[in-house]
T-cell receptor, first 109, second 111 residues
C-alpha cells in the first residue's frame, strides 16, 4: 500500500528564515511526486511535479527536490504570504494519488 | 488556465436527505476525482472516473455514488446523508498521467 508521510506537522518561521519541509514516500513504481499549496477554506493549488530521483523544480522562493525515498520543499527567505498548508502526494502505477496530511507553515514578520 | 468549479461553497443538509454535489471542468480532461478532506486525515479518494459513464471506487466509497454523463461534469451523490459525512469535499480533474487540478471545495454540514 502506498504511503506518504510529511514532517513537521506545523512550522513557524520568521520572515527571511529559510527552511525545508519533508515528504517521505513508499510507492511501487513512482510515476510522479506532487506538491500542492492549500490556503484555509480553499482547494489545493498545484505547485510542482517531480518524476525521478535527482530532479529539481523551482518557482519563486520554492524549490522541490526528489530522492528515491523523500522529497523536500525548500523555502528560501519566506514572506508572510507563503503561509499555507503544503501537501505532498505520490502517484504509483494507478491513476490515483496518495496524499500526506500536510505541513502547516506560518511565516511571521 | 485550468478551471474546476463546484456547485456550492457551503451546504447545510439534514440527516437522511439526498445530496448532490456537482463539479465541472473546462479543460477536456479525461480523469475526474472526488475527495473528502478531514482534519488529521488528509485527502481521501471517494470515487474517480477516467471516461464518460465510467467510474472506479476509491478508498472510501461507502455511502456515496457518482455520475458522469458528460466529459466535463462529475457528480457526487450522498444517497442518505449522515452526520459523519460532514466534511470538505474537493473535486479534481487531470489529463493522464499528469497533475490533478482542484476546485475550490464544498464545505458540507449534515445536521
Amino acid at each position: 500500500e502506498d504511503q506518504v508521510t510529511q514532517s513537521p506537522e506545523a512550522l513557524r518561521l520568521q520572515e527571511g528564515e529559510s527552511s525545508s519541509l519533508n515528504c517521505s514516500y513508499t510507492v511501487s513504481g513512482l510515476r510522479g511526486l506532487f506538491w500542492y499549496r492549500q490556503d484555509p477554506g480553499k482547494g489545493p493549488e498545484f505547485l510542482f511535479t517531480l518524476y525521478s530521483a535527482g530532479e529539481e523544480k523551482e518557482k519563486e522562493r520554492l524549490k522541490a527536490t526528489l530522492t528515491k525515498k523523500e522529497s523536500f520543499l525548500h523555502i528560501t527567505a519566506p514572506k508572510p504570504e507563503d503561509s499555507a498548508t503544503y501537501l505532498c502526494a505520490s502517484r504509483g502505477t494507478a491513476s490515483k494519488l496518495t496524499f500526506g496530511t500536510g505541513t502547516r507553515l506560518q511565516v511571521t514578520l | 488556465d485550468v478551471k474546476v468549479t463546484q456547485s456550492s461553497r457551503y451546504l447545510v443538509k439534514r440527516t437522511g436527505e439526498k445530496v448532490f454535489l456537482e463539479c465541472v471542468q473546462d479543460m477536456d480532461h479525461e480523469n475526474m476525482f472526488w475527495y473528502r478532506q478531514d482534519p488529521g486525515l488528509g485527502l481521501r479518494l471517494i470515487y474517480f472516473s477516467y471516461d464518460v459513464k465510467m467510474k472506479e471506487k476509491g478508498d472510501i466509497p461507502e455511502g456515496y455514488s457518482v455520475s458522469r454523463e458528460k466529459k466535463e461534469r462529475f457528480s457526487l451523490i450522498l444517497e442518505s446523508a449522515s452526520t459523519n459525512q460532514t466534511s470538505m469535499y474537493l473535486c479534481a480533474s487531470s489529463e493522464e498521467p499528469y497533475e490533478q487540478y482542484f476546485g475550490p471545495g464544498t464545505r458540507l454540514t449534515v445536521t
